[in-house]
T-cell receptor, first 114, second 116 residues
Framework: GAGVSQSPRYKVAKRGQDVALRCDPI?????LFWYQQALGQGPEFLTY????????KSGLPSDRFFAERPEGSVSTLKIQRTQQEDSAVYLC????????????FGPGTRLTVT | AQSVAQPEDQVNVAEGNPLTVKCTYS??????LFWYVQYPNRGLQFLLK??????LVKGSYGFEAEFNKSQTSFHLKKPSALVSDSALYFC??????????????FGTGTLLAVQP
């Protein structure tokens, strides 16, 4: 079956531009996560949705980062006024249930801010 | 604070030899532990998990992991390495605060290099 998809796969933005990253989770998956992976590092948690409710946004690094999942399916991560330190791979993951279930990751969006 | 440590940046092993990738954790409460593998320019692929039950967990591609509560470890193992196993491996622990989050905390990763 179809896995988690993300678009675009690559994004180059000039410093100060706004970007929007899209995630299509596996159909029927209740939970959706965003992670940020810097070069040579493990993924770091950004935010978590349970259906359309954003239950945890403790990992968002600043108020320039905003995520939404209005209908409990597709999610968008928006970064306003991008900075060079935002350059990273942004990973989306989804999982079927609320407990015990492994997360399935998309291929990621590589954001480069110049 | 909950954390995961992968003490080795890189592990080198000859094809056909057994491999071990180490992971230790620090959590409050019962740990939910995971291993993921990442190939270049691809997302993370789930390998296996420990939630409860048998300490030896079997997963995809012939990998297994042993949960050791007294040593707070969850090492990844495979009896016979393949060149195609060469990739970046991440250990992770799930954080759950009464359902308010289910985020994963990842280690820094271990690069496995299998020489032919």
């Amino acid at each position: 079956g179809a896995g988690v998809s993300q678009s675009p796969r690559y994004k180059v933005a000039k410093r100060g531009q706004d970007v929007a990253l899209r995630c299509d989770p596996i159909s029927g998956h209740v939970s959706l996560f965003w992670y940020q992976q810097a070069l040579g590092q493990g993924p770091e948690f950004l935010t978590y949705f349970q259906n359309e409710a954003q239950l945890d946004k403790s990992g968002l690094p600043s108020d320039r980062f905003f995520a939404e999942r209005p209908e409990g399916s597709v999610s968008t991560l928006k970064i306003q006024r991008t900075q060079q330190e935002d350059s990273a791979v942004y990973l989306c993951a989804s999982s079927f249930g609320l407990d015990n279930y492994e997360q399935y990751f998309g291929p990621g969006t590589r954001l480069t801010v110049t | 604070a909950q954390s995961v440590a992968q003490p080795e940046d890189q592990v080198n092993v000859a094809e056909g030899n057994p491999l071990t990738v180490k992971c230790t954790y620090s959590v409050s409460g019962n740990p939910y532990l995971f291993w993921y593998v990442q190939y270049p320019n691809r997302g993370l692929q789930f390998l296996l998990k420990y939630i409860t039950g048998d300490n030896l967990v079997k997963g995809s591609y012939g990998f297994e992991a042993e949960f050791n509560k007294s040593q707070t470890s969850f090492h990844l193992k495979k009896p016979s390495a393949l060149v195609s196993d060469s990739a970046l491996y991440f250990c992770a622990v799930r954080v759950n605060y009464g359902g308010a989050t289910n985020k994963l905390i990842f280690g820094t990763g271990t690069l496995l290099a299998v020489q032919p």
